[in-house]
């Protein structure tokens, strides 16, 4: 089978998609690790299933890079987002979800746009995935009793000291 020319910006979506997959791997990752400090193992055993499933994810992507013949290669990761709580975890970690969200939706849509149904169906299938674990992410909030309403996007640098006496790092 002759193999159409994929379009280069979704070869770019694809490697951002892993950039953002693997970000997912090292949060969640990192996070498993400091709810187990903070004792809370349970948590930290859902949030390692959660670190397999996006490891997973860049691991479909990783393959599907390799059947176009191209290398995968993730540019940046981002740093790991922290809070103070539980809470303040998933709150950052729905803002991860919805960023991965907003990318497979662009991606499917740019794919549609120049006509590349099989590079569009891969996105979609991840979309999916996502949309499903921001489901579930919310659903675990709504249980905690919701967003505070000034929410922890704004934790950084200015608050670092009390932060670190909290969160162990
Ligand atoms: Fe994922
Ligand atoms: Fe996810």
Known sequence: MVMDAVHPR????????????????????????????????ASAERFREETVEEMQHAERIVQHMLSLGVAPAASQLQPVRHAPDLLGLLEQNTELEEQLIHHYDQAARFCGLVGDQPNGDFFRSLLEDEQHHGRELEAWLQELGGRRRRGYARYGSGRRGALSQRATF
């Open 10 to 41: 979704v070869l770019a979506d694809l490697g951002r998609a892993l950039s953002l997959e693997l970000t997912a791997v090292q949060q969640y990752m990192t996070q498993a690790s400091l709810l187990g400090f903070w004792g809370d193992e």
